[in-house]
């Protein structure tokens, strides 16, 4: 059984930073395609970064150079750095895998096939 559990959440300034983490238990990271979305209230849940099995990286163009998405093959984690935080950046953060092996890390929440329960990021002005 696929489990994905997120933690890291809470309230920050705007400008503040903050590390999401993606605990994952019955697949290893390593061998998964490993994706952040996020949903504000009232809106659709969007992409946010991505990471392939292979290590490549893609991001939702609003976060680059902000976000940066990584794994740690040892403790079976994804984490999320999210630096200068903005108001608009506020939203429930989900974790998802996807258990096809891609090139490119796909941006459409029906291409993952495990979820977390989601964490929330409430950014202040």
């Known amino acids: 059984q696929v489990q994905l559990v997120e933690s890291g959440g809470g309230l920050v300034q705007a400008g503040g930073s903050l590390r999401l983490s993606c605990a994952v238990s019955?697949?290893?990271?390593?061998?998964?395609?490993m994706g952040w979305f996020r949903q504000a209230p009232g809106k659709e849940r969007e992409f946010v970064a991505a990471?392939?099995?292979?290590?490549?990286?893609r991001y939702r163009d609003p976060v680059k150079g902000r976000f940066t998405i990584s794994r740690d093959n040892v403790k079976n984690t994804v984490n999320l750095q999210m630096n200068s935080l903005r108001p608009e950046d506020t939203a429930v953060y989900y974790c998802?895998?996807?258990?096809?092996?891609?090139?490119?890390?796909?941006?459409?929440?029906?291409?993952?096939?495990?979820w977390g329960q989601g964490t929330q990021v409430t950014v202040s002005s």
């Open positions: 990471i392939t099995w292979s290590g490549s990286t």
């Open positions: 998802a895998a996807d258990s096809n092996y891609r090139m490119v890390a796909p941006t459409s929440p029906s291409s993952y096939d495990y």
């Open positions: 019955g697949r290893t990271v390593g061998g998964s395609g």
